[in-house]
Structure formats: C-alpha cells, structure tokens
C-alpha cells in the first residue's frame, strides 16, 4: 500500500505546485491582458525539470500526471464537444475541411523543402530524407487543446471563426492519425502502402460518425433514465465515464483519444441534462486541464534558448526558420477559402499552436534514430514557438469584435 | 509518449467501468434502502481481480487507479473538514475522546488475546505473540471515510452522534499512527521506545493544532485576494492546491495524508470563499471518491467466501469470530461516556468500519512475514466484514430520528 515512502506526497507537492503555479501566472497573463493558457503554458517551464525542477521529466509522478494531463485534456475536449452545435459545424463545414487540408499540405511541404535544402548538418545524407519527412509532419499537426481554450477564454467558441477553426482543428486529427501512422512507418524502416494509409483515414472518419450517430439516438434515451436515479452526482458522472469509455474505445479503433472525448461531448448535448453536465463538468475540467497546459509547458528545455552554448545560435536560427514557416503555412490556410466570409488572419492564426501534437510527432522521430537531438530541439523550439504566439496573437485579433451571442462559457 | 500502445485506452476504460459500476451499484443500494456506499463497496468486489477482473490489482493501471483513490479519500476529508464546525466539535470534545481510546484499548485486547488463544493454526509459536500484536492493531482502525459517506448520505454529519463518529475518528487516525509506528517497528524485528511513541503522537496532534492556528489566520485573509483574482475557478482549484499542499504536509510531518486535508476543510470553512468551495469540489469529489470506495471493495478475494476450499470453512469461522469481536469492541466504547447524551448504540456502530485503514496494517503484516497467508485472509475478512456492516445498520438506527437542521449536506 504504502511501498515507496512519501511517493504519494511528494505527488501531491508537485500537484499543489502545479495548480498554484497555474492560477498565479494564468492571473498574471490576463493581467496584462493576455489569455490565461499562456499563463499556464509559462508556468510549466519555470516548474519544469529545466527551470526550477518541481515536475520531473520521468519516474513515478512524472506517469501520473502524464495520465492527469491526458484527462485535463480529454475533460476539456469533451466541453468543446458540449459546446459544439453539428448544424452550426455543418454550414461551415466546406470551409472547415479546406483550411484544415491546405493547412496540413502547406506546411509540411514548407517544413520538408527547408529541412532538406538549408544547411543544418544535424544528420547524414542518408537519413535526410526520412528526417525531413517528420520535419514536415510535425509542422502539419494543430493543437486544438491550445486554441480551444484561447477561444474558451475569449467567449469566442461560438462564433463563425470559432467553429471553422475548431472543426478544421478536428479534421486535423483525423489527418495527423493518418501521417502519424505513415511516419511511424517510416520511422520503422518500412513502406506504408496508400490501402493502408486509406484505411487508417477511413476509420479515423468513420469511428467519429459512427459514434455520433449512434450515441445521438442512444444517449437522449438513456439519460432521461439516469435524470432519474436517485443516487447522488449520477448524471455528471455518467457523463465523464461515457467521456473516457468513448475515447479508449477511439483509440481501439484505430482513432484518437481526443476524438472519441470530443464525439462523446457532441453526443451529450442532445440530451435534456445538457445544463446540468455543463455545470458540474466544469469544476472538473477546471482542476485537470491545468494540469495539461502546465505539463506542455515543462516540455521545453529552457537551455534550448541559451545561444551562448556550443551551436546554440545556429539552433536557434534554425528554429526560428522553421517556426516562421509554421506560422506562415498554417495563416495561408486561412485564406484558402474565397467562397465564405469570414476573418480569415485569425483562423489562420488559430490553427498555428502545434502544442502536444508536435511534441508526439518530435518524440516518435527522436525515439526511432531520425530525428538528432538537434533536430529534436528544433521541432521543440517551433512547438513552443507557435504554441507561444497564437494565443497573444488571437488576443488582438478578436480584440475589436464583439463576442457571438450563442453558446459562449460564462466568466 | 505513447511507449506502451493502448496503456491510456486501458486505463480509461477501467475508469469508465469504475465509475459506471459505481452509480448502477450505488443506486441498486438507494432503491433496496441501503447508503450508496454500500454498493460502491460491491462494486469493486465485483469489479475486482478475483470476481469479472475489470480491475487489475497491480501494473500501471492499478498505480494510477490507486493515486486517483487516494486524490479521493482526500477530497472526501476536505469535503469533511469544510463541514466541520471546531466549535460545535469541541463541545463533544471529550466525548470523542473517550470514545476513541476505549474504541483502541477494548478491539486491540480483544485481537490480541483472541488470536493468542484459539487454535488456528497459522504460524509458529515464535511469531505468535507478534502476530497477536498484529492482530490487535488491525482491529484499532477506524475508517473515517466511510463512516463519514454514511453520515453525509443519511446527512446526519451535523448530528451530535455524527460529531462524536467524526471526532474519535479523527483521533483514532491519530492513535493509528502511533500503533502504525510501534507495529512496524515490531515488523522489522525492533522493539520502539516509550519515547519515540510519544514523540510520534505529539507530532500528529501539533500538525492538527498548528496547521488549523496557522491556516485559520492565513486562509481569510489569503482568499479575500483569492476571490479578487480575475483568472477562472482560482478559488476552487487554489482550495484543493491547499488541500493537497497540506495533505503532503501532513505526511512528511509525521502525520497521515487525510489528516493534512481535513485540516484544509477546517481551516478553509473559516473564508468568506466557502459555499464557492463548497459548491465547486463537490463535482471533483462525486468523480473521484467513487474511486476510493471501489478500490477499496476490489481487494477482497471473493474466493475467501468458498467454504468448500481447503480449509476454507475454518478459516470463515476464525475470520467471524474476530469480526464479532472487532464489532462488540468499537460497539463498547459507544456506551463508554456516562456524563453525556447521546444515542450510544449509533455512535458505537459508526466506530465499526476499518475500511482502507485495516487493510494497509494487514498488508505491512503480510509484508513483514509476520502474518501468514490465512492470517491475512481473516484479517482482510474481518475488515471487509466490519466494513459492509456498518452502513445498512448506521441506517436502520438513524431511521426514526430527523436530520439536524444545521450543516447538512444538500440531496
């Protein structure tokens, strides 16, 4: 029970930590007018194992707030799910599916092209081409977590920009499920046949429509029953375990967690008890998506910025190359759809955070020998760079506009 | 990040049928007129590795199953702690007290001379005498816990018997830690001092002391700025940062984790920011305590019950008989305050369960070697038993009487 001594409190030292951490800097950041997350994401540098060393990097804590942060994240996947309106998604689908498509095609090749023509000299001519393939990957990924709570913060969700760049930022899972697949194909040493790439989209698109359809006949129904137990908390409850039983099972299907959060979220607004899910879900996502944010954030090895370092200059021009293409690729995105009316800088701006999904893809690169530490750097370096900016940039750019009437949080 | 594939997926749908499980149990326990507990209790014997096997009782699922338990217990004794009036606790003062050393002195003689003389059969004339000590020790517990889920789903934690259960069992987890202490010691072949048990026992009354003298002058003041911040759910989740902060605390003090985190409720019940903490941990606690009571549930071995294994009828009759014992003795100290009014049979059986906290003194004795295999298996059977009996009969003796008006916690 108690087999390691202290190892649960030095847990909770850590938790406390990182929740105190999280509130001060989040004040801080809206202080000065910037939004909360960008708080957080900072507070997780200064308490990561680079900076003041209270998160570790591995061991014991290290996997359980790995397991918390994942559930902040699918908490808070599963509210934008809640959130989302399918007919109100549906009309901007078309716009959706273009900015998402063109802000994967874009950037990777962006990301390929200037990995294998500047010169870094970070690995040898034969492993170049591979590497510059996950260069390009991890440039085409968006972190919806990141923008969904600038947006969140701003009581912007629901307005017409909101919902082309959170249902471009889904597409993009579904995309990044597929290149991910590829990649770690390549990452293996194989060849990854287009049947087999087609399949993997297919199910990622599937699983989504499936549940949907089927969750929003079943889950009315169901709980109007729940609605009438008489045990305490079941409605909220219930809701959180369809939550993470959607999720794992997105996962065995061959999709990702945050789908299925995201899908059980979509399926949980048809039902009568909406309010009271929104309600009493919130608390909870309050305490774990910190957690998230915060651990993205302890990601970064601040030494990376030090040019002072052997290489550190070039590392960190490279990087800046790199991060500009970032922002670039995924900004054009947004002005690739003529047909519809809508501020296309900041739906560009909203799909460049590459927050958590950058740092998979870095990870799988790293892991398999393709990626050197130096170009792992750099991929962590644009993470944190395009992480960093989008939030303060979509601050300013939804500044002068009043927020949309429907369906925003309250303060 | 993802290093072993479907690890999260598992988990999450071990949450899932947690949680699930949980609520349909919960609410079969509602509607036979049985505290919801109950059913939580079941559902982990039923969820456990010995019954369907959704819960594994080791790996990284269990680890992190455990570490969310835990979160649980303690949210649950903040949740306490804010509930807790010291003014109204102090007026019951010596009742509790007394209740809770004849509720240690009558089960540990009772353990010990019961193990020291029945033929059982399970160890060596050498370790007897220690394994009585064990014995005895695992009957002191009392599971503050889940004597205090039944009050609060009766609400009768404001009644003055609800008081009284509360106090000694907070001095019980006092008296615990020293027996803890001096058991151990014996565990490890040592033999512990007068002296250091004495320094043990003050340090885990100073920690309650100083903690609730500092904090109540601290906290007010610290959350009137608290409620100024402009940052979302600053209060609730800064509330649990001092729930978990103190509950570490607590631990590396000397003291017990859950007592670091009702001194957090007391000390935080005393703000202007309380029916805010209130209202927004109450949400966190309805997901996470669940966790605790199934946990807690799934470490019996249903094939304990098989009075057909070998040995299995004798060993169900040694464990009943200890039961009983482990019952008359907490029930005893009920009727062991002469000076004041109260219902003694009530307070006696709130005193009965010991929930988590006998089971951790089974496993260090088990650890140790000290207690056998089957003298683990009656010790586990004796607090499963206590356990399970104390929530129907808590209910049917406070069935007649109405809730007290004060304090009481919401349907």
Redesign the interface.
Known sequence: ??AAP?A??????V??GI??G??LL??L???IGQP?VL?ELLAGVLLGSSALGLIPASG?TA??LA?LA?LGV?VLLFEIGLETDLREMRKVGASAMTVAAVGVVLPFLGGYLYWSHIPHGTESPDTLHAAAIFIGAALCATSVGITARVLS?LARLGSIEGRIIIGAAVIDDVLGLVILTVVSGIAAGGVVSPLVTGKIFAVAVGFLVVAIAVGGWVAPRMFRSVAR??????V???A???C??L???A??AGSA?IMGAFAAGVILARTDQYHAIVE?????G??LT?IFFVSVGSALDIHLLDPTRPGGAKLLLVAFGLTVLAILGKVAAGFSVPWARFRRLAVGVGMVPRGEVG??FA??GRRSGLLTDDAFSVVLLMVMGTTFVAPPLLKLLFRDHPPAPAAEQP?
Chains 1, 2 share one sequence.
Do not use: C
């Open positions: 029970m108690d202290h649960v409190s030095t847990f909770l030292f938790l406390a929740l105190l999280a509130k989040g004040e950041a809206e202080r909360a708080g014991p996997d359980v397991i994942e699918l913060d137990m008489k045990v305490q908390h079941a909220p409850v219930l959180l375990a369809i993470f039983a999720a794992a099972l996962d065995r967690l009493r879900v919130r608390p909870v309050a305490l910190p740092l998979i990870d799988i303060a």
